[in-house]
Each structure stands twice: as structure tokens, then as C-alpha cells.
């Protein structure tokens, strides 16, 4: 528990730091007291955690005054046209009507000027240009600062991600390519093929779901049902996010330690299936962290150490943290975090307590069998629910009365979905196997 208060320390004095209370000069002597005051105490245990809790806070403030609030190239911003140079650092994202890019540039011409220049830009141009991650592009627009609205602040939410700039309308030319990751290049590749294959082999909307579900693609999910799950509190299973890992991780150990007695062989199969479906979508930041906070769950369950997962979430938050600040300001990390933290907490009671009503309602020999194959849907859902329902409601203003009894009937589903369409893309090259999966997975 020591670390989960120095965890919290850390968080609030980041949170502060983040939101500009205090300015760097203030932390620093924050902290260099708060360390006098850490030496000079440690022979006493009360207050040494305490005191340490307090140094974490200072320190989490300092940390947050290294984040950079601007960028070399947002000086430019709102001065008229211009041409950078530099190269696309994640895989394009293909709108209706536009193409979004993520360039970290290097170059900057004005007129017949070029200089150096650092920075990131979102870059919004035609649909039809053909551009992929790796690629070094030209590119010619307006800069513009990003905007600022009564509900939310476009501006903040890209500056988590280090973008200050915006290009729209661009003018885009790929003078070379293959300067990015090999590996990333590959997964990015094959998400596409992915993509492409769910679309040839099924309808919409099935077609555009079972993207945003398997793949985390919502860009096919029409606006109409997107708000149709949001009536019911369940927008957060269109999309990968720390829920939806949690999910899949429980569900995944729930049915292996059915089949599998050793922890370890049990333990290594459940981060492989994790690991491997990071990968296969694309290992996105978002889906990683996920993907991270899951593998925590499961490795304290199956070494026997379940108490100490939240020590262990604190520890994972507190390095993740540390190389990016704004981390904690990230949707997908607290859903993540607070999933895990339900599973842990709640699912072992959980389970125990569904098994004795079964016991009560129906004979053992029902009983048992009906336990098994409803007790890890059912209880993965409620547990991660309890912990995560109130920042679902937080984010997308709604509290549905139907939410949970919505989220208790999908998410076992959501498995079978995500299973049958995984392997129905992975038997893409079987084209009459491939399609009656993808038709089961369209029933369902």
C-alpha cells in the first residue's frame, strides 16, 4: 500500500502541475524541502510515508513543468501560407472526405527561405492522397492554432499528443518513403488488409461495428448508431479501450484456467493472446496501455498475488507517467487503469457469491455447469463496470437505467464477436470458411 500512496502523491501533484497552479521556480523548492524534510524524518516510521507521499506530490508537479505547452512551428501559426517538410509518424486516418496526418517536421519553407524547424502538425488533406505512414512529405497550407469550444477544448486535446498546429486543406506531395518503423509499417498494413476484408465480406452496419469492435476503427459507424449506443451507456464497446482489454483478459483466463492447470503455461498463453492482439490491431498508444494494464491483472492473479495489483497498477501509472505526463488526462489510460483495478478487487467475490445463488436456485448438476458458462461474462462485466461506470457517465453525459442489463447482455457476445471475426480474418485465403464466419459473426 506504501507505493498506492505514493502513487496518489504523485498524481495530484501532476494534475496541478498540468493545469499551470504553481510555476516551475515553486515546485522546485517544493520539492527540494520536502526532501530535506524526507532525510531528517527517516528514522521515524510514522511520518516516513507520509513524507515521502508529499515529496511524490512536489515531484509530480516538477515533472508536469517539463511538458511542453508550444512548438518551434506554432510561432507561424495564423501567418498565412506556408510549406513544411517531415515524416508521417502514424498510420493515416481516412475520412469520408478527408485524409488526417500526423507529421513530425523538420523543415520549413517561406518563400525562398528554409530553415530548421521542430514540431508536430495535424495535417488534414484530400481523400485521395496516397500517403502512408513512414512517408517524408511536402506539404503547403495555412497553419492555424487549433480551436477552442464551450464543452471542450480541441487545443488541450491535442496538446496531449505534443500538437499545437493544424494544417487543413493542405497540399500534400510524398517525396519518399520507408522512414519509419519496418515493423509498425507491417501491422498498419495488415489492419488495413483487415479493414478491407470485414467490408468486402459483410454489409453496413455489421460491416462498419465489427471494425470498431475488432479492429478499433470507428470511422465506418454511422453517426446514428453511434448515438444509439451512447443512449444506452454502451459507447465505450464500439472502440478498443481499457474496458474492452479488461474484458478480454478475463474473459481469455477465465476460460484457461478451465483447461489449463499450471499458473505459469496458464499465465505466459493469456499475455501471449494479449500480445498478439495489440499487435494485430495496430498497437495504437491507446491500445498498448491498455494491453499493459490487463498483462498487470493478469500476472498478480495467476503468481497469487492479488493483492498487491493495485500496488502494481500504481507502479505501472507512476512509470507511464513519468515518460508522458498527460498520460493520466488520456480516456483510454483511466478506463484501462480503473477496469483493471475492478477485476482485481471484484471479481474473485463476485464469482463466489453468483456460485452460491446458483447453488440455491438450481440442483448442483445445473448449477455447476451454469456457473461456468455464465459466471465470467457476467462477472468480468459488473466487476469492471463498478469501477468504470462512473467515468463512462463522466465523458459521455449519459446514465442510462438500462446501461448495465445493455452491458451484461453484450459483452458476453462482444467475446464471440471478437473470436469468429478474428479468426474469420485470419481465414481471409479460405474465402468460403471466411464467409460463414463473418455470417455467424453478422447473426450475433
Known amino acids: 500500500m506504501r507505493l498506492v500512496y505514493i502513487a496518489v502523491g504523485w498524481t495530484v501533484g501532476l494534475l496541478l502541475g498540468l493545469n499551470g497552479t504553481f510555476d516551475l521556480s515553486l515546485w522546485l523548492a517544493m520539492a527540494a524541502f520536502l526532501a530535506l524534510l ?3 524524518a527517516w528514522r521515524t516510521p510514522a511520518y516516513r510515508i507520509l513524507n515521502i507521499a508529499f515529496l511524490a506530490f512536489a515531484l509530480g508537479g516538477l515533472r508536469a513543468s517539463f511538458v511542453p505547452q508550444t512548438s518551434a512551428i506554432a510561432a507561424y501559426n495564423n501567418t498565412g501560407g506556408l510549406t513544411i517538410e517531415g515524416v508521417v509518424t502514424t498510420d493515416p486516418d481516412n475520412r469520408d472526405e478527408r485524409i488526417q496526418l500526423q507529421v513530425d517536421i523538420d523543415t520549413l519553407i517561406l518563400g525562398a527561405d528554409v530553415y530548421d524547424m521542430g514540431g508536430r502538425v495535424l495535417v488534414y488533406a484530400p481523400s485521395t492522397a496516397d500517403v502512408r505512414y513512414g512517408d517524408r512529405v511536402r506539404v503547403t497550407g495555412l497553419l ?39 515493423i509498425y509499417a507491417a501491422l498498419y498494413d495488415v489492419r488495413r488488409q483487415a479493414n478491407a476484408a470485414i467490408n468486402d465480406f459483410l454489409p453496413e452496419p455489421q460491416a462498419g461495428l465489427l471494425a470498431g469492435i475488432l479492429l478499433g476503427n470507428e470511422r465506418g459507424i ?19 479501450s481499457g474496458f474492452n482489454m479488461a474484458i478480454i483478459s ?13 499458473k505459469w503455461l496458464r499465465a505466459f498463453l493469456g499475455l501471449a493472446v494479449i500480445v498478439l492482439y495489440t499487435l494485430f490491431v495496430g498497437a495504437s498508444a491507446t491500445v ?12 498478480g492473479q495467476n503468481l497469487g498475488r492479488k493483492t498487491y495489483v493495485p500496488a502494481t497498477l500504481a507502479f505501472v501509472a507512476l512509470v507511464m507517467s513519468l515518460q508522458k505526463p498527460t498520460v493520466l488526462l488520456d480516456i483510454g489510460f483511466q478506463l484501462s487503469f480503473f477496469a483493471t483495478l475492478g477485476l482485481a478487487l471484484f471479481a474473485t467475490p463476485l464469482t463466489e457469491r453468483f456460485n452460491v445463488l446458483l447453488q440455491r436456485i438450481f440442483p448442483s448438476s445445473v448449477a455447476v455447469p451454469l456457473g461456468k458458462f455464465l459466471g465470467e461474462p457476467l ?3 459488473v466487476a469492471a463496470l463498478m469501477t468504470t461506470l462512473p467515468l463512462i457517465v463522466l465523458y459521455f453525459n449519459r446514465l442510462s437505467v438500462v446501461t448495465l442489463l445493455v452491458n451484461l447482455l453484450v459483452v458476453p457476445i462482444q467475446s464471440w464477436l471478437m473470436i469468429i471475426g478474428g479468426a474469420a480474418v485470419l481465414l481471409v485465403f479460405v474465402p468460403p470458411l471466411a464467409q460463414f464466419l463473418y455470417w455467424l459473426d453478422m447473426i450475433l
Not at 158 to 179: C, K, P, T
Not at 222 to 240: E, M, P, T, Y
Open 38 to 40: 524526507v532525510i531528517l
Open 144 to 182: 492555424i492554432t487549433p480551436a477552442e469550444y464551450d464543452t471542450f477544448s480541441y487545443a488541450d486535446f491535442l496538446a496531449r499528443e505534443g500538437v499545437f498546429s493544424i494544417m487543413q486543406n493542405a497540399a500534400v506531395e510524398v517525396m519518399s518513403s520507408g522512414y519509419g518503423s519496418p
Open 379 to 381: 462477472v468480468v462485466s
Open 250 to 262: 478475463g474473459v481469455v483466463m477465465g476460460l484457461l484456467s478451465g483447461i489449463i492447470s499450471r
Open 222 to 240: 454511422s453517426r446514428d448508431l453511434q448515438d444509439d449506443f451512447n443512449a444506452v451507456g454502451a459507447a465505450h464497446i464500439v472502440a478498443i
Open 288 to 299: 498498448v496501455r491498455a494491453a499493459v494494464m490487463s498483462s498487470v491483472l493478469i500476472i
